[in-house]
């Protein structure tokens, strides 16, 4: 039998991950959530943070570090005169060096569940460069014109059309061309 090297590729390891609260999280795992966050978006800001916080975690730890992050939080969207409950996913990142191998996928896995079991739908705003890793896990792209319910009235979002992917729960229909409009928060709506 040949002696195992380093070089040798290995069996890959199942991803283990941890959901927990944000109110279950000690400080340490937000701070080492926000580095991290911080280093795989170069235009991450303070509100694009606190958009992550407030709803359920999905954690990847490899050998005691933190090395993805992924969190849905509820949010209102109206739709067709209804204004739908709606896990919304913020803050999906692998280290550089840790991806490629199912971690993004098994953060998604945890948290499609939860939109799945405990809301109307889910959404999320998605990178050109990650759009087709969401289309893949079945997210639909949203056809019609996006809105934001802000404190001035309802107003037009066109610069977020073709960035917005929702995931409808079994009882929930969609018309995918149809008005789509967010609640209010501060910095980026969607």
Do not use: N
């Not at 056809?143 to 409808?168: F, H, N, Q």
């Amino acid at each position: 039998m040949p002696h195992m090297t380093e070089a040798q590729p290995t069996t890959p390891r199942r991803t283990d991950v941890r959901l927990a609260h944000t109110a279950e999280l000690d400080p340490a795992t937000l701070k080492a959530a926000r580095v991290l966050l911080h280093d795989v978006f170069d235009d991450m800001t303070a509100e694009d943070w606190e958009h992550a916080l407030g709803g359920l975690h999905a954690l990847v730890h490899e050998d005691g570090a933190l090395i993805g992050h992924a969190s849905v939080v509820q949010r209102r969207l109206l739709h067709d005169g209804r204004a739908l409950r709606c896990g919304y996913v913020e803050g999906v990142g692998v280290r550089a060096d840790r991806r490629g191998r199912g971690h993004g996928a098994a953060m998604m896995d945890a948290l499609e569940r939860v939109i799945r079991r405990g809301y109307d739908l889910g959404a999320l705003g998605a990178a050109d460069e990650a759009a087709p890793f969401y289309a893949a896990r079945g997210w639909q792209l949203w056809r019609g014109p996006s809105w934001a319910l802000t404190p001035d009235g309802i107003r037009r979002t066109a610069d977020e059309d073709g960035c917005i992917y929702v995931l409808a729960a079994p009882a929930t229909s969609l018309d995918l061309d149809t008005d789509l409009t967010c609640d209010w928060r501060d910095g980026d709506v969607w």
